[in-house]
């Protein structure tokens, strides 16, 4: 099992002809996810050419829409490799073809772009999954990847990961790749985001396969305080947490766009505590959290 993306998933890529798109479809490709075509309205009609998992060339073809590429292909799922300035057009062009599952990559989208097709994401009925913007995507290890996340760090196993930071994503991803992975879901760090913390602790419990949780925060705002009343209320798997930013200066804003600490609030230690009165062991290193991670799933 997994959560929002397994090896039935059909996944177009919105951006297939440009540099991101076409290095990464080749990695999702490889890592044996289903990629079965691609939008570039300037370039459809035409095909590229990419290699398979198994060593295969596969020809995928070019749709001018989001829309004529489902009703061609089939796919449920669509990633975004686009510029910033063209993310919304692009994002509210999926929303409109109701694509169950949206991954956008792209970093420095503004944030009242973000507002806007997130509310009119809502405003359509919330047919769409949105996960980002600027996040390093979804994998379920061993059958598909819909991101940017190396695909060969970990195998399949029985740890969810939901985390904020792309890099701690993957270091997490390393520390634990003896136990392996359900799924693991970069949300993205923006101030605006489409799935959030809350979303893939629900999904993750409600998941059979998954058997303990880690949640990787950042500072700035109150996603991990909400979540942290979201897992006292309705989580029963045990949970293990990190907060990256106990060395940042107030009021500065660090790395990503979400990231920042006015008149005391969204500090780690706040959002430590707010996850620790909920059951939550918190680690202060990486390290320390997947050492923590280990003892709870051993006590299982």
């Known amino acids: 099992m997994?959560?929002?993306?397994?090896?039935?998933s059909k996944v177009i890529v919105q951006g297939i002809t440009g540099g991101e798109g076409t290095k990464h479809t080749a990695l999702m490709l490889?890592?044996?996810?289903?990629?079965?075509?691609?939008?570039?309205?300037?370039k459809a009609g035409t095909v590229v050419v990419h290699t398979d998992a198994a060593g295969n060339s596969v020809e995928l073809p070019v749709f001018a829409t989001v829309a004529e590429a489902m009703e061609k292909t089939g796919a449920d799922v669509s990633i975004a490799f686009v510029p910033p300035?063209?993310?919304?057009?692009?994002?509210?062009?999926?929303?409109?073809?109701?694509?169950?599952?949206?991954?956008?990559i792209t970093e420095g989208v503004p944030v009242a772009d973000s507002a806007e097709f997130w509310a009119y994401n809502v405003e359509k009925g919330n047919k769409s999954r949105i996960i980002g913007p600027n996040c390093p995507g979804i994998i379920t290890p061993g059958e598909a990847l819909v991101g940017i996340t190396?695909?060969?760090?970990?195998?399949?196993g029985p740890i969810g990961l939901v985390s904020k930071s792309g890099t701690l994503?993957?270091?997490?991803?390393?520390?634990?790749?003896?136990?392996?992975?359900?799924?693991?879901?970069?949300?993205?760090?923006?101030p605006i985001i489409g799935t959030t913390h809350i979303d893939a602790l629900a999904a993750f419990e409600a998941d059979p396969e998954t058997k303990a949780i880690v949640m990787i925060?950042?500072?700035g705002g109150d996603a991990e305080e909400n979540a942290a009343a979201y897992i006292k209320a309705h989580v029963t798997k045990p949970v293990v947490g990190y907060v990256a930013g106990f060395t940042a200066p107030e009021g500065k804003t660090m790395g990503h766009a979400g990231a920042i600490?006015?008149?005391?609030?969204?500090?780690?230690?706040?959002?430590?505590?707010?996850?620790?009165?909920?059951?939550?062991?918190?680690?202060?290193?990486?390290?320390?959290?997947?050492?923590?991670?280990?003892e709870v799933y051993a006590a299982l």
């Open 2 to 8: 997994s959560i929002f993306l397994n090896k039935d």
């Open 30 to 42: 490889k890592a044996g996810t289903q990629v079965v075509g691609g939008v570039n309205a300037r």
């Open 85 to 104: 300035a063209f993310t919304k057009d692009a994002v509210v062009e999926a929303i409109d073809a109701e694509i169950p599952l949206l991954v956008i």
């Open 150 to 156: 190396p695909a060969n760090i970990t195998g399949k």
């Open 169 to 190: 994503t993957y270091q997490m991803m390393y520390e634990l790749r003896d136990l392996g992975f359900s799924t693991a879901i970069g949300i993205g760090g923006d």
């Open 217 to 219: 925060g950042e500072i």
């Open 261 to 294: 600490v006015s008149d005391g609030a969204g500090t780690a230690q706040g959002k430590k505590e707010a996850l620790e009165a909920a059951g939550v062991k918190v680690g202060k290193t990486p390290s320390e959290t997947a050492a923590l991670l280990r």
